[in-house]
């Protein structure tokens, strides 16, 4: 066997004299054990599935693939350190789609403990959190389940919504570039939740998120009636809720009844 230049992925190739044929050298042991550290990695760090994929060139499919077989080899651990904590950080990550789940509680500085599970309903995440000392504050990201789970074990404990999952969302509810006013200005203010680090600068925050919905009052409470007809846009109504009656003339009412009946 000789040395014969590199493949596509830079894996060295040997050619045969006596056969005349060329292949590359597969280690499975190697393989594997790089499959593993990945699956670790993605478990246990702060990087998305998407940036394992791009930073080690292959696609979302393959990632999947690799780590299939290894989700069923890892056991459910028990609790690393039975000291609690100060803060927990709780998240649940998914292989695929939004089953095969892995309930993972960590620190700022290691792993405190996981567990593989369908789905991320209040009985996993209930069975999950009463193997685990109490805190004194938790991060999560508002999951209901586990929201619920968190009030009912730990009634002491301070449980603070990641920030991150507040910006994201607000990016996936209002886009990017937002089409109304009221939606350009509230994206700004999710963007600023990352300068609050005090109680001072937390009330700030606060009184301008209120100074944004007094000024968008009208446009919040919009509700669109009937479904709309061939060829013409839905219809709005807004709501006022100092007053107990309708607010809309007598030709709106007509209308409205209209799209409703």
Same mark, same amino acid.
């Given at each position: 066997?000789?040395?014969?230049?590199?493949?596509?992925?830079?894996?060295?190739?040997?050619?045969?004299?006596?056969?005349?044929?060329?292949?590359?050298?597969?280690?499975?042991?190697?393989?594997?054990?790089?499959?593993?550290?990945?699956?670790?990695?993605?478990?246990?760090?702060?990087?998305?599935?998407?940036?394992?994929?791009?930073?080690?060139?292959?696609?979302?499919?393959?990632?999947?693939?690799?780590?299939?077989?290894?989700?069923?080899?890892?056991?459910q651990?028990?609790?690393?350190?039975?000291?609690?904590?100060?803060?927990?950080?709780?998240?649940?990550?998914?292989?695929?789609?939004?089953?095969? !789940? #892995?309930l993972? $509680?960590?620190?700022?500085?290691?792993? +405190?403990?996981?567990?593989? @599970?369908?789905? %991320?309903? *209040? =009985?996993n995440?209930?069975?999950?959190?009463?193997?685990?000392?109490?805190?004194?504050?938790?991060?999560?990201?508002?999951?209901?389940?586990?929201? !619920? #789970?968190?009030q $009912?074990?730990?009634?002491?404990?301070? +449980?603070?919504?990641?920030? @991150?999952?507040? %910006?994201r *969302? =607000?990016?996936?509810?209002?886009?990017?570039?937002?089409?109304?006013?009221?939606?350009?200005?509230?994206?700004?203010?999710?963007?600023?939740?990352?300068?609050?680090?005090?109680?001072?600068?937390?009330?700030?925050?606060?009184?301008?998120?209120?100074?944004?919905?007094?000024?968008? =009052?009208?446009?919040?409470?919009?509700?669109?009636y009937?479904?709309?007809?061939?060829?013409?846009?839905?219809?709005?109504?807004v709501?006022?809720?100092?007053?107990?009656?309708?607010?809309?003339?007598?030709?709106?009412?007509?209308?409205?009844?209209?799209y409703?009946?």
């Amino acid at each position: 066997m000789q040395k014969r230049g590199l493949t596509a992925a830079g894996i060295q190739r040997w050619y045969c004299n006596l056969c005349r044929s060329s292949a590359v050298k597969s280690r499975p042991d190697t393989q594997a054990r790089h499959h593993r550290t990945l699956f670790i990695h993605w478990l246990t760090g702060n990087h998305s599935f998407s940036e394992i994929a791009d930073e080690h060139g292959v696609s979302r499919r393959t990632l999947i693939r690799w780590f299939t077989p290894l989700w069923q080899q890892f056991q459910q651990p028990t609790v690393l350190s039975q000291t609690p904590c100060s803060v927990y950080i709780l998240d649940g990550v998914y292989l695929s789609g939004r089953e095969n !789940a #892995a309930l993972i $509680c960590r620190t700022m500085d290691a792993q +405190i403990s996981w567990q593989f @599970v369908e789905r %991320e309903p *209040l =009985a996993n995440w209930m069975n999950f959190l009463k193997k685990l000392p109490a805190p004194d504050a938790v991060v999560i990201d508002g999951q209901k389940g586990l929201l !619920a #789970a968190a009030q $009912c074990l730990w009634a002491q404990t301070k +449980i603070q919504r990641c920030i @991150v999952h507040i %910006e994201r *969302l =607000a990016r996936i509810k209002l886009r990017r570039q937002p089409k109304t006013d009221a939606g350009t200005e509230l994206l700004k203010l999710t963007q600023r939740l990352f300068t609050v680090h005090t109680k001072t600068q937390r009330g700030r925050w606060l009184c301008v998120y209120r100074r944004w919905e007094r000024r968008h =009052a009208g446009f919040l409470k919009e509700r669109s009636y009937g479904e709309p007809l061939a060829g013409r846009r839905r219809r709005w109504v807004v709501y006022a809720p100092q007053h107990s009656g309708c607010t809309l003339t007598h030709s709106e009412c007509a209308a409205a009844s209209f799209y409703l009946h």
